[in-house]
């Protein structure tokens, strides 16, 4: 039976296994590795931790008291539609249908059906009712009553004709971005590059262009994201990397490469895997401005908080994040500034066809 306050204590419960039990599965990894070859112990150790720490106590309070839980579980049908490209990407949606007492039909993406299953089943452990709510979906999903879907531009024309007359949340391609002022600490540099490598930088958090102020020496960058050197021996980065590194050689391309990652000076937001865009600039007003106008593109801006070009960058509407956190999102921080808690406790409680 759904209870809102027994749900919440539950995912309390779930948080401190995802800090402290849940990275020993050795066997679950091994399944989720063998399935997704851009998946590794650490990546999962990561999105396991980042998850863990946004279940604490005080996170669930904080987050939970700007909603209204139902006071029943809904009869309505919510389908997710969900992403592969990092691992347990799609949890939150699972989080936020459960809660909202409606019934949850999801759809795994095949580069990552092994963590969501697992994580729901432990769940299901703590509150018995949430094995009732969620069901997983091999083929397609009919009769919801609405749906949230992730997906790339050719999945978004998709999703259009397929759920584009119900209720929807649909997400397409996007990508994050820092922007620089020169008095960054080495530590808040060497924060900046978990925000560009974690995940080989697949994630539409991970930073693929920075913008620099002009006279900015770029090999204080080089200097604190050393530790990240280990990407160059993953086959599938290393690939990545001596490709566009014979690509931009035969095109004479400038660029600057340091053996694990390749640095070219580009007005692009997203670069591609194993290389880094970067863009010098005078006025940081002139960036918040670009960004403002390609903010369907972005998903967050690093930058250093409190600071000038932080103010700047948010009186745009740009959402931002201190260096080291945009890999680890809080309960709130919503994927593409879309509140999917209120989204699904505005649907009607019954459905459609009632």
């Known amino acids: 039976m759904y209870n809102g306050n027994k749900l919440l204590s539950s995912l309390v419960q779930l948080g401190a296994w995802l800090r402290e039990e849940a990275s020993l599965d050795m066997d679950v990894k091994r399944l989720a590795l063998a399935q997704n070859g851009w998946f ?21 309070a904080d987050w939970a008291s700007s909603y209204a839980l139902p006071e029943e579980a809904s009869p309505a049908k919510v389908g997710l539609i969900l992403a592969g490209n990092l691992p347990l990407v799609g949890w939150h949606d699972i989080l936020c249908a459960v809660l909202s007492g409606r019934q949850v ?25 949430v094995a009732e709510a969620v069901t997983f979906h091999d083929g397609l999903m009919q009769g919801m009553d609405a749906v949230i879907a992730t997906g790339g531009a050719n999945a978004g024309r998709y999703f259009q004709a397929y759920f584009g007359h119900l209720p929807h949340v649909f997400r397409g391609p996007r990508t994050s971005v820092a922007v620089l002022n020169g008095q960054e600490t080495d530590e808040e540099l060497r924060l900046l590059g978990d925000d560009i490598f974690a995940h080989f930088g697949m994630g539409c958090r991970s ?3 920075v913008w620099l102020p002009e006279g900015f020496d770029l090999d204080r960058c080089f200097a604190q994201w050393l530790p990240w050197g280990h990407l160059a021996q993953h086959g599938k980065y290393a690939n990545n990397y001596d490709y566009h590194k014979a690509v931009w050689l035969l095109n004479e391309e400038d660029m600057i490469e340091n053996g694990f990652v390749l640095v070219k000076a580009d007005e692009g937001l997203t670069s591609p895997i194993g290389t880094l865009f970067v863009e010098r600039y005078r006025d940081v007003k002139e960036v918040a401005t670009l960004l403002s106008d390609r903010a369907e593109e972005v998903q967050v801006v690093t930058v250093s908080e409190s600071s000038p070009e ?17 890999q680890c999102p809080s309960l709130s921080d919503y994927a593409d500034g879309v509140d999917t808690m209120a989204f699904l406790l505005s649907l009607s409680t019954q459905p459609a066809e009632a």
């Open 40 to 60: 590794t112990p650490e990546s999962i150790d990561l999105a396991l931790s980042s998850h863990g720490q946004a279940l604490s106590e005080s996170g669930m």
């Open 310 to 326: 932080s103010e700047a960058l948010a009186a745009c509407g740009l959402r931002t994040a201190g260096f080291g956190c945009n």
């Open 207 to 209: 930073v693929t262009k």
């Open 105 to 129: 039909h999801v759809k795994l993406s095949k580069d990552d059906a092994v963590l969501p299953k697992w994580l729901v089943a432990k769940w299901a452990e703590l509150d018995p009712y």
